[in-house]
């Protein structure tokens, strides 16, 4: 999958940052840089278009079976990937973890396909595809044309699978050629099987334990500055040093925490004492812990070359003052942590009280808010009641000047109706002497002559008067009126 040279043999197509026609050329490393480092460029595709990425026809002609997965999260460690890939594993010959130049919380896979269909399906499976469905992260799949190393070391000559003599896999001590699940390559150059790496669940290399998310860098918390940085072993604080800002020791008397650790050489600094306390320092060749005292070497006599003194005698005193230092020790520890208790239980309690003047504040502030809301609603519901106080007295007062208005008329047409009724009964009266006075001249003009001659000449009484059945419909209709 790889070839290795020197990086004036080169072709140009491969220089860093350049291109050659349609390729693009990406610079990469791989290795543990405590150790060694394995610098190099990969040959990629361009991507085919975005509307045309799922038909093979528009696929880059003259493709290999080797694709790269370009910034994967640092977050997923290898058997998560071996899981993302999941059905394809068995068709990969190699995986190898590089780091792209530039990228600091990302790997790139480069990846090795049995075959030009698998690699193909890879493609259209998982190129827009999400790493996860609670993230953003969205996988993305370039072909390799080629990748060539700029550095030589002892595994960069060829690819691992095609070695006359394979090594072994570190976890099940198995040739790397028998499981055919391919072989996956760590960012710092160690190989496994990837059924053996898959089930490893841990971000770090089962081998060297270099963990492919490396630490932030620190800096310090006052003015930024990344250059001769002390971290205070009591409470964490990094600050710079005296040659700087000089923010370390200013956290020393601010807080009285007098141990500080300097994160170059790993020494411990006392400001009280003003020396160096440490015991064990980091060795900077393989990182394990050292005991930081005399390194000159003893003869048979048991003295030091450096020192000049008897190791014997200095190994009895120093284990005479163990128990004292010990002791010494703790009771150091003891009153720093009490101190360091009462620092952070008199934040708790400016915190507590600052929160508490928070929430009053904003209780007060929302009450008011609240009040102020409720007295506009109050307001206006004082003003739409005078006016519907002033529409009610209104409506009263046309009330009563109404009710007179129908008084009147109803005084007006009761008077009418009692006019009418007397010119009604006086007409009957007239009609009822009208009628009679015509019956009796006709009872006069029927009668024999003798009578008639005597009733000339005579007067009429009135009788009692009887209605006259032609006057009951105009009663009826009358009182009908006045109901």
Not at 11 to 23: C, D, E, V
Request: charged share 25%; proline share 5%.
């Amino acid at each position: 999958m790889a070839t290795a040279g020197d990086p004036a043999s080169l072709p140009p197509s491969a220089s860093p940052f350049s291109s050659n026609g349609a390729l693009e050329s990406v610079p990469f490393s791989s290795g543990n840089p405590r150790i060694e480092e394995t610098r190099g460029v990969v040959l990629l595709h361009p991507d085919p278009p975005a509307a045309a990425s799922s038909s093979s026809s528009h696929l880059p002609v003259g493709r290999k079976p080797r694709v790269c997965v370009p910034a994967v999260p640092n977050h997923m460690t290898y058997a998560d990937f071996c899981r993302f890939c999941g059905a394809f594993v068995p068709h990969m010959l190699e995986m190898r973890i590089v780091r792209i130049d530039g990228a600091e919380d990302q790997y790139s896979v480069l990846i090795k396909f049995d075959t030009l269909s698998s690699t193909d399906s890879f493609y259209k499976h998982f190129n827009g595809k999400r790493f996860s469905s609670l993230e953003g992260d969205v996988s993305r799949v370039r072909f390799v044309e080629d990748v060539h190393y700029t550095q030589l070391i002892e595994h960069a000559h060829s690819s691992v699978t095609s070695l006359a003599e394979q090594p072994n896999c570190p976890v099940c001590l198995e040739r790397l050629d028998q499981d055919p699940g391919g072989i996956l390559t760590t960012i710092c150059n160690h190989s496994f099987h990837c059924s053996c790496i898959s089930k490893w669940t841990d971000s770090s290399c089962p081998v060297c334990r270099f963990c492919q998310q490396q630490p932030e860098k620190s800096m310090c918390s006052i003015c930024g500055t990344s250059e001769n940085l002390w971290i205070c072993v009591i409470c964490g604080n990094v600050g710079c040093g005296r040659y700087k800002g000089g923010h370390a020791i200013e956290h020393w008397k601010d807080t009285e925490h007098c141990y500080s650790l300097e994160l170059e050489t790993q020494k411990v600094w006392d400001y009280a004492g003003d020396n160096y306390v440490h015991r064990l320092i980091q060795s900077k060749t393989d990182g394990k812990l050292v005991e930081y005292n005399c390194y000159g070497a003893h003869g048979a006599d048991g003295m030091c070359s450096i020192c000049s003194g008897d190791a014997g005698m200095d190994e009895a005193i120093l284990n005479s003052k163990v128990e004292a230092i010990v002791e010494e020790y703790n009771d150091l520890l003891t009153s720093q942590l009490d101190k360091q208790r009462n620092y952070y239980e008199s934040l708790l309690l400016e915190v507590k009280e600052e929160n508490e003047r928070e929430v009053s504040a904003a209780t007060a502030k929302a009450l008011s808010i609240k009040h102020q809301k409720l007295q506009t609603k109050l307001d206006k519901c004082i003003e739409e009641k005078s006016f519907l106080d002033d529409i009610n007295a209104n409506l009263v007062k046309n009330q009563e000047m109404w009710r007179e208005r129908i008084r009147k008329v109803q005084e007006r047409e009761q008077a009418a109706l009692r006019l009418k009724d007397e010119k009604i009964e006086k007409l009957e009266a007239e009609l009822r002497d009208l009628i009679a006075h015509i019956e009796c001249q006709d009872a006069v003009a029927a009668a024999p002559e003798s009578i008639s001659s005597d009733i000339q000449g005579g007067t009429i009484l009135p009788g009692p008067s009887t209605p006259s059945s032609s006057s009951s419909p105009v009663r009826a209709a009358r009182d009908r009126k006045r109901n």
